[in-house]
Nanobody
Framework: QVRLVESGGGLVQAGGSLRLSCAAS????????MAWYRQAPGKQRELVAQ???????DYAESVKGRFTISGDIAKKMVYMEMNSLKPEDTGVYYC??????????????WGQGTQVTVSS
């Protein structure tokens, strides 16, 4: 069974920084990509940043230049450094691992979410 656990959320003032971490446990899978999503109150979950197993990164326009995603495939961990935080960055942040298991089946796994609150 694969389980993802996020950490690092919290309350920060606008202009501050936070670093999120997500660790996966369990085996029998390879990682194709790791990503961070967020969901603000009353809004749909949106992709914030993604990193592939090859190291390619993509970011939502709203966080480019402020957030940096990084990952360690061997350790099954993904991180996101968030700088110059704005109140509109407030939400629950979820990590997602896109995986492939030994029979060749693709499956996405999600963490339980960590709250990020940015005060103005």
């Amino acid at each position: 069974q694969v389980r993802l656990v996020e950490s690092g959320g919290g309350l920060v003032q606008a202009g501050g920084s936070l670093r999120l971490s997500c660790a996966a446990s369990g085996g029998g899978f390879s990682i194709n990509a790791m990503a961070w999503y967020r969901q603000a109150p009353g809004k749909q979950r949106e992709l914030v940043a993604q990193i592939t197993s090859g190291g390619r990164t993509d970011y939502a326009e709203s966080v480019k230049g402020r957030f940096t995603i990084s990952g360690d495939i061997a350790k099954k961990m993904v991180y996101m450094e968030m700088n110059s935080l704005k109140p509109e960055d407030t939400g629950v942040y979820y990590c997602k691992f896109a995986t492939r298991n030994l029979p060749g089946n693709f499956r996405d796994y999600w963490g339980q979410g960590t709250q990020v609150t940015v005060s103005s």
